[in-house]
C-alpha cells in the first residue's frame, strides 16, 4: 500500500516536472526541472527494485549531465529577447490532444493486457539463456546482479559502449572548437 | 501499482518529451525535451524487467543512460556551434519540417 | 564469461576500422599546426579502409557463425555490408583529401570520425541484439553528426548538423521506445526471442509486437529517409561538406537497411494470422510507393544539383524499400536479398562519385560563399571532358540507364518484386523512375550545352587523389552494368545465415 501511494506520488512529480521542462521559457529553469524530473523518475525506479540504475540516474544526472547544460547556457549568456516569444496555435494544443489520448489509450488499452503474457513469456522455457539469466544468490536488481549480466554476457555492447564515448568525446572536441 | 501504471507514466513522459520536441523553438529547450524521450523509455526496460523478472532490462537500461550522455555531449557542442554560426539559439524547428 | 578471443575474428572489418582510427588520432598528437606533414592522412585512413574491404571480401563465403553469445552475427549479409561501407570509407576519404586541403580544414579527426562511423555502420549490419543495433546505430550518427558540421563556413553547416541530430536523436528515442515494447514482448533483446515471442504471439502481446514493430520501423524509416520521415535530408544533405554527403547517403543507407531487413524479416517475418497473410508488407509497400513519389516530384523543381541528389537519395530509398517489402515472410525471398545487397552497392559508387565532382566544383565556390546551381556547372564539357563524361554517368546510373549499375540494380529489384506478386508497385517503380530521367538528364544537358558564363575553370583545387576516386568509381558503375556476374559472390554469399 505504501509502495502504491509513493508511486503515484512520484509519478505525478515526474509528469509535473517533465511538463515543467518542456513549458518554462528559460532554458536554466528547463535543466532544473529535468533534474527534479529524473530525481522523481530515480524514485520509481527505486520502486521497480531497480537501485542500480536509480544511484546512477541520480549520479549521472544531477552530477554531470545538468552541471553541462547549465554550463553551456551561461557561456552562451542567453539574453532575454533571443529565447523568443511563445507561440500559442491551435495545433499545439490539438496535436497534444491526439498524442496523449492515442499513447494513452494504447498503453491502457493494448499494452496493459499484454501484462499476463508478459508474464507467462518469462516463465517460457523456450527463451535463450540470456533472457531467463539470473545469478544465485544475488538478489534481482542488486549490483551483483547487474554486474554478472553486464560484464559477462554483454561483452559486446560494454566494448562497444566505449567506441561510442571516445566517439562522443572526439565529436564534442571537434564541434565546439571555434576554428578547425 | 502495477506494470500497466509504469507504462501509462512512460508514455505519458515519452508525450510530454515529444510535445516539447515539436513546440520548442529554442535549441536548449529541444536537446532537454529529448533527454524526456530518452528516459521515458528506460522506464519502460526497468518496469518490463521488474515485472517479467527477466533482469538483462536492467542492463539495457544502463547502457541507455550512458548513451543519453555521449549524445548530450555532442548535442550541446552542436548548439554551441550554432550559437556561434548564428548568435540565437532560435531554430525555427518548423523549417525541419518544412520542404 | 561468455567471451571467446575467436569473435573479434567475426568483426574483423570494424576492429580494423576503430584500430585505424584509434591510430590517426594518435598520430595527429605529434603534428604541427599547419605542416605539409598532414598528406598521409587520407592515404592512412584509406590503407585501413582497404585492409577492411579485402578481410570482409575474403570472408564472404565462410560460413555465418554466431559471435558474443549471440549479440552480433558473421553472416553473409552483414560481411557483405561491411564490403560496401569500407569500400564507402575508402573513395569517400580519398575525395575529402583535396576538399578539405583546399578549404584549409584538414584535420585527422575528421578521418578518425569517418573511421569510427565506418566501424559502427559494420557493427550495425552484424548486429542480432537490438541493444548492439543501438549502440552502433549511435557510434555511426554522433560520428556523422560531427562530420556534417566540419566546415566553419557560413551558418549552413551548423545548423544542418544541429537539425540532423535533433530529427536522429528524436528517431533514436523512437527506436528505443519500439526496442523497449519488444523487450516486453519477448522478455530478451535479442532478434531471435523477439521472432519466437512474434510467433507465439496471442491476443494480448499482438498489440505489444505490433506496438513494437511500428516504432523500431519508424525509427529506421528515419535514418534510411523514408516518407514521411524525410524532411530532414535536402538541408543536411545541403549543408554538410560534399564528400561527407556522399559517405552519409552510401554508407548509412547501406547499414541501415541491411538492418532493418534483419530485424523485420529475422523478427517480425513470422508477424501474419492478424496482420494478413503477408504481415507488414502492405504497410511497406504502401511506405515505399510514396517515397518513391515524393522523391522524385520533389527533386524536378530542384535548381542546386545537390539538392537535386539530396532528394533523389530520398527517391533510392524508396526502390529499396521495394526490395524489404519483396523479401517479406518468413523464409526471405532470395532474389530480393540479392537486389538489395546489389542496389546498395551501385548506388554507393554511383552517389558517391556524384558528390565527389560536386565536391570539386563546391570547393571551388566555398570562399565566394555562392552555392552550387546549375548554371556553374556549364561549361564542364569544354574545361574537363573527363569529369563532365563521369558525371554524365553516374546521372545515367542514378536514372536507372543501361548499361550502367544502376540499371542491373533497379532491374535486380523490380524484378524481385514483380516475382513476389507485387506487380502494381513495381510498375509504379518503373514509372516513377522513368520521371527521374527528366532531372538527372537537365545536369547533363547544362554539362554539355549551356556554355560557361565566367572565363575561369569550373573546379578548382588539387585533383590527384579525387581523380583516382573518380575513376574507381566509374569503372564500377560499368563494370556493374555490364557485368553483374562478377559481383555474384558479393551478392549471392549475402543470404548465408539470413532470417533465422
Not at chain 1, 120 to 142: V, Y
Not at chain 2, 37 to 63: D, E, H, P, T, W
Not at chain 3, 15 to 39: N, Q, S, W, Y
Not at chain 3, 121 to 131: E, K, N, Y
Request: charged share 10%; net charge positive; proline share 3%.
Amino acid at each position: 500500500m505504501a509502495e502504491t501511494i509513493l508511486f503515484y506520488i512520484f509519478a505525478i512529480g515526474v509528469l509535473f516536472a517533465g511538463a515543467q521542462v518542456v513549458l518554462r521559457r528559460n532554458p536554466v529553469h528547463g535543466a532544473l526541472s529535468l533534474v527534479a524530473c529524473f530525481f522523481f523518475l530515480a524514485g520509481t525506479y527505486v520502486l521497480l527494485a531497480a537501485h542500480l540504475i536509480a544511484i546512477l540516474q541520480i549520479m549521472v544526472y544531477a552530477g554531470a549531465v545538468m552541471v553541462l547544460f547549465v554550463f553551456v547556457i551561461m557561456l552562451l549568456n542567453l539574453k532575454d529577447e533571443e529565447l523568443g516569444t511563445p507561440r500559442r496555435t491551435i495545433w499545439k494544443g490539438i496535436g497534444l490532444v491526439s498524442v496523449v489520448g492515442a499513447t494513452g489509450a494504447v498503453a491502457w488499452r493494448g499494452l496493459g493486457s499484454a501484462y499476463d503474457s508478459v508474464l507467462a513469456h518469462g516463465a517460457a522455457t523456450q527463451l535463450t539463456d540470456m533472457a531467463k539469466h539470473t545469478l544465485p544468490g544475488a538478489p534481482f536488481g542488486s549490483l551483483k546482479a547487474v554486474a554478472h549480466a553486464v560484464y559477462l554476457n554483454s561483452v559486446l555492447p560494454f566494448e562497444l559502449t566505449s567506441l561510442l564515448l571516445l566517439v562522443a568525446v572526439v565529436g564534442a572536441v571537434v564541434v565546439a572548437k571555434g576554428k578547425i | 501499482m502495477n506494470l500497466q501504471a509504469c507504462l501509462l507514466l512512460s508514455s505519458g513522459l515519452f508525450c510530454v518529451g515529444l510535445y516539447g520536441l515539436l513546440t520548442r523553438r529554442n535549441a536548449i529547450g529541444i536537446l532537454l525535451s529529448i533527454e524526456v524521450m530518452a528516459n521515458a523509455a528506460n522506464l519502460n526496460f526497468v518496469a518490463f524487467s521488474r515485472y517479467s523478472g527477466a533482469g538483462y532490462g536492467q542492463v539495457f537500461a544502463l547502457f541507455v543512460l550512458a548513451l543519453t550522455v555521449a549524445e548530450v555531449a555532442v548535442g550541446l557542442a552542436l548548439v554551441m556551434a550554432l550559437f556561434r554560426s548564428h548568435r540565437d539559439a532560435l531554430v525555427e524547428l518548423a523549417s525541419a519540417f518544412r520542404h | 564469461m561468455n567471451f571467446n578471443p575467436n569473435d573479434l575474428v567475426g568483426i574483423l572489418p570494424a576492429v580494423i576500422l576503430t584500430l585505424g582510427g584509434c591510430a590517426l588520432m594518435t598520430t595527429e598528437v605529434f603534428l604541427r599546426k599547419d605542416g605539409p606533414d598532414r598528406r598521409y592522412q587520407p592515404f592512412l585512413a584509406a590503407v585501413f579502409g582497404l585492409i577492411a574491404l579485402y578481410v570482409s571480401l575474403s570472408q564472404l563465403g565462410d560460413p555465418s557463425a554466431t559471435l558474443f553469445a549471440g549479440a552480433a552475427v558473421a553472416d553473409g549479409i552483414g560481411r557483405s555490408i561491411s564490403a560496401v561501407v569500407s569500400g564507402t570509407l575508402v573513395l569517400s576519404v580519398l575525395l575529402a583529401a583535396g576538399y578539405l586541403e583546399t578549404l584549409s580544414a584538414s584535420r585527422g579527426e575528421f578521418y578518425a570520425l569517418a573511421l569510427f562511423s565506418a566501424a559502427g555502420m559494420c557493427l550495425l549490419s552484424q548486429a542480432t541484439d537490438l541493444i548492439v543495433v543501438f549502440i552502433a546505430l549511435e557510434v555511426m550518427s554522433l560520428a556523422v553528426y560531427s562530420l556534417t558540421a566540419w566546415l566553419r563556413k557560413g551558418t549552413k553547416p551548423a545548423e544542418a548538423a544541429f537539425k540532423y541530430f535533433v530529427l536522429g536523436s528524436f528517431a533514436s528515442a523512437i527506436f528505443l521506445y519500439g526496442a523497449a515494447l519488444a523487450f516486453g514482448a519477448a522478455g530478451s533483446t535479442r532478434i531471435a526471442d523477439l521472432a519466437l515471442a512474434v510467433r507465439n504471439a496471442n491476443a494480448g502481446s499482438s498489440m505489444l509486437v505490433y506496438a513494437a514493430g511500428a516504432l523500431l520501423t519508424v525509427g529506421f524509416a528515419f535514418k534510411v529517409a523514408a516518407f514521411p520521415f524525410h524532411m530532414w535530408v535536402p538541408d543536411v544533405y545541403d549543408g554538410a561538406p560534399a564528400p561527407v554527403t556522399g559517405f552519409m547517403a552510401a554508407g548509412v543507407k547501406a547499414a541501415a537497411f541491411a538492418t532493418l531487413a534483419r530485424i523485420l524479416i529475422g523478427g517480425f517475418g513470422d508477424v501474419g494470422a492478424s496482420m494478413g497473410p503477408h504481415g507488414w508488407q502492405s504497410l511497406i509497400v504502401l511506405l515505399a510507393g510514396a517515397t518513391m513519389l515524393v522523391g522524385n516530384v520533389l527533386a524536378v523543381p530542384q535548381r542546386s544539383v545537390k539538392r537535386m541528389l539530396a532528394y533523389s537519395s530520398i527517391a533510392h530509398a524508396g526502390y529499396l524499400l521495394v526490395s524489404i517489402a519483396a523479401m517479406a515472410g518468413s523464409e526471405p525471398r532470395q532474389d530480393a536479398v540479392f537486389g538489395l545487397v546489389f542496389y546498395l552497392a551501385s548506388y554507393a559508387a554511383t552517389v558517391i562519385g556524384a558528390f565527389g565532382i560536386v565536391a570539386l566544383i563546391e570547393r571551388k565556390l566555398a570562399p565566394t560563399g555562392a552555392s552550387d546551381d546549375l548554371t556553374t556547372w556549364g561549361g564542364l564539357a569544354q574545361k574537363h571532358p573527363l569529369l563532365a563524361a563521369a558525371m554524365s554517368l553516374f546521372m545515367l546510373s542514378l536514372a536507372g540507364v543501361p548499361p550502367t549499375a544502376g540499371f542491373m540494380g533497379k532491374l535486380g529489384i523490380f524484378r524481385a518484386a514483380i516475382e513476389a506478386g507485387l506487380v502494381p508497385l513495381a510498375i509504379f517503380g518503373v514509372l516513377t523512375s522513368a520521371a527521374g530521367l527528366y532531372y538527372y538528364l537537365r545536369v547533363v544537358v547544362y554539362i554539355y550545352m549551356v556554355p560557361s558564363t565566367k572565363p575561369e575553370p569550373v573546379v578548382g583545387g588539387r585533383m590527384l587523389t579525387a581523380g583516382v576516386a573518380l575513376a574507381a568509381c566509374a569503372v564500377l558503375v560499368i563494370w556493374m552494368g555490364v557485368q553483374p556476374g562478377a559481383f555474384a559472390t558479393l551478392t549471392q554469399s549475402s543470404l548465408a545465415g539470413f532470417g533465422k
